[in-house]
């Protein structure tokens, strides 16, 4: 095995147009996290079900780590969804099916880890391990904590990261504590609603996500009963309405949630509206579209399934009692399109993705969002162009009964809807923002705004030496000396970087490393970034905690406007999210105090931690004028 196998072997990466938007702009920033920034601190990246996280996990080695990389997933089905995209003997595999790598020979040695069914010697032969944090608990004698050395694994790569904090977690991340630490999430969060350690360095929205078509679009549909009728210690003659409940005091609401969850007529009301759903979805389209179904516990997923089919609907059943052969024999129902409701309790809860899950059926009550996200997560994964017959293929739909409580939840689902559909809006602006220079504003349509890029320009000289002795290797010297000092100077007149950083860049590419091979590509990803997070972030967020429109007009006034710098914004631009757009961009430059055409590259860390801080402030700033 080739120790350095990620940093030698030749990748497609910083030009692969397959790759998606989100996992570049993640593997440049996990790059710059652990290799230009050098740090030790644990690496957060937030990517939503459906974005790409396990195909950014088959990446992320590359250049990166300087040794063997192990993977971690929370469960056998998320496992296996990794193995199965990392699987060099499959023609399916996400590293040449997308041309990262076009030679097969070049593949990554892939193990499934296995306790003591795996000997060393098998061990010692892989570039990447992979296995469920079962398989590493340190009270097996089998676990890697016993077997391995510290410094056994370069990096180690955390799927669902959010489950990091758990005791076996931590004892394998302080045996390995030299390692290159990695968390991939949906949500930045633990179970316990905590943040997770470690320094978050990338975060791609749902909202992002839904405006670029990399996930289904969602809806909600609440059940509402004509009345609610509420009884007490199963003294049916004595019944109650929900606000009699509370107005009398009787019960709370939690005790209202868990009620409707466990009644057969709640349930019964949500199975029959979520086959009315599906039974549209389904019309007038090929699409194989199925339910998914949550339920409290066994015997309410038994229920469940029988209510389902009792209405003639094929159901299939999915829990941690199942024997290997039937839970076998079921996903195999799901993914052959025998069934078409999937009942389960928290085995699918999360890594599962099986695209025609469309419609996600809520027969229990969350507490938090992490679950809660990971469960309609579920319905996200997106159905491709070429499958696609009508628009509600790619919308999922969430059937819920209302006295379930779970509104409060939804309200964030809500919010990344709004924030989409104004990501979709602001891209008729323009992909580029604004002009550097407003003067050239007065050209412009009030509805456009553009962002001019440029050639690269930096005057800065070059050293020069002499040698005592011109002998052949001097001269040879001499001659490579021209070439490095003439990339040098290139370098720096095309990424308007110091002379220092250009050399820096220059030794790096002389190993054997497309991310070096093609610094232009690195760090003009790096401009593009700060785009990207003004267009698509901060100018959405902010018109929607201020409840603004994207082509209103209301922000003219802001006191934000008032400025000197910043007056002749709304002159100029007529709408909310192109002033907006334009007043970040205007700021970063008086900060940074030049045009972002000359900018160094210290100057573009300093932005991105000037626009996110600015963009807290705003969103304050607006917040408290809707109070006054």
């Known amino acids: 095995m080739n120790i350095n196998y990620f940093r030698d072997i030749e990748t497609n990466i910083l030009e692969n147009e397959s790759l998606r938007e989100p996992q570049k702009q993640a593997y440049y920033e996990v790059y710059e996290h652990f290799i230009r920034k050098e740090s030790d601190k644990h690496a957060i990246v937030v990517l939503p079900t459906g974005v790409g996280k396990t195909g950014l996990m088959s990446i992320l080695p590359y250049n990166i780590s300087s040794g063997r990389v192990l993977i971690i997933a929370p469960q056998l089905t998320v496992k296996d969804t990794i193995v199965k995209q990392l699987d060099s003997s499959s023609s399916q595999n996400f590293l040449t099916k997308l041309g990262i790598i076009t030679n097969p020979h070049n593949l990554p040695q892939m193990i499934e880890y296995d306790g003591e ?3 060393q010697s098998i061990l010692d032969m892989a570039n990447i391990v ?4 079962q398989k590493l608990q340190s009270r097996n004698n089998s676990s890697l904590l016993r077997r391995l050395p510290k410094d056994y694994f370069d990096m180690i790569i955390i799927d669902e990261g959010h489950h990091s904090a758990a005791k076996t977690w931590l004892e394998n991340l302080d045996h390995f504590s030299k390692a290159k630490v990695v968390k991939i999430t949906a949500t930045p969060y633990r179970s316990d609603n905590k943040p997770l350690s470690g320094e978050l360095i990338y975060k791609y ?9 990399y996930v289904k679009s969602l809806e909600k549909f609440d059940y509402i009963p004509q009345e609610l009728r509420l009884t007490i210690d199963k003294n049916e003659d004595k019944t109650y309405s929900v606000q009699e409940i509370l107005d009398l005091n009787l019960k709370d609401n939690d005790w209202i949630t868990r009620t409707v969850a466990y009644s057969d007529d709640c349930k019964r009301d949500v199975v029959l509206e979520s086959i009315a759903l599906l039974n549209e979805k389904r019309r007038g389209t090929t699409v194989p579209h199925k339910i998914i179904a949550v339920a409290s516990n066994i015997d309410e997923a038994i229920k469940i399934e029988q209510m389902y089919k009792d209405q003639g609907v094929e159901a299939v059943i999915i829990h941690s009692d199942l024997g290997e052969f039937e839970k076998r024999r079921a996903f195999s129902d799901i993914e052959n399109n025998r069934v078409k409701v999937v009942v389960n309790i928290n085995m699918m809860g999360e ?11 809520i027969f229990r009550v969350f507490k938090n969002l992490s679950p809660y996200e990971q469960f309609i997560g579920r319905i996200l994964r997106v159905i491709p162009d070429n499958e696609v017959v009508k628009a509600s293929d790619n919308i999922g739909s969430v059937v819920v009964h209302k006295n379930l409580g779970l509104d409060e939840l ?9 924030e989409s559909d104004i990501i979709k809006e602001l891209k008729e602006f323009d992909d580029e923002i604004i002009p550097e220079d407003p003067k050239k504003i007065g050209e412009l349509s009030e509805a456009r705004v553009l962002d001019v890029g440029g050639a690269f320009d930096n005057g800065q000289g070059e050293l020069r030496k002499s040698s005592y002795l011109t002998t052949e290797l001097i001269k040879e010297n001499q001659r490579e000396e021209k070439e490095r000092n003439e990339k040098i100077k290139s370098l720096q007149e095309l990424l308007n970087i110091s002379k220092n950083e250009a050399i820096q860049v220059i030794d790096q590419a002389d190993s054997n490393n497309s991310v070096h091979k093609r610094p232009d590509l690195f760090y003009n990803e790096k401009r593009k970034n700060i785009d990207v997070d003004i267009r698509e972030r901060y100018v959405p967020e902010i018109l929607v905690a201020a409840n603004l429109e994207l082509d209103g007009s209301e922000l003219k006034d802001n006191p934000i406007f008032k400025a000197n710098n910043y007056r002749w914004i709304p002159q100029r631009i007529k709408v909310n999210g192109g002033m907006l757009a334009t007043y970040f961009n205007h700021y970063l430059k008086t900060q940074i105090g030049a045009a972002k055409k000359d900018w ?9 931690g000037l626009l996110d801080q600015q963009a807290e402030y705003v969103k304050t700033f607006l917040a408290c004028e809707g109070e006054d």
């Open 351 to 361: 890594g599962y993705d099986h695209k025609y899950l469309s419609v996600a059926a």
């Open 600 to 608: 160094t590259l210290e100057d573009y860390d300093q932005a991105f």
């Open 410 to 418: 939804w309200e964030y689902y809500k919010r990344q809807l709004q």
């Open 117 to 119: 069914n795996t000997p």
């Open 130 to 133: 992979i296995t469920n944090i």
């Open 205 to 213: 929205k749902l909202s992002q996500a839904m405006a670029k078509g």
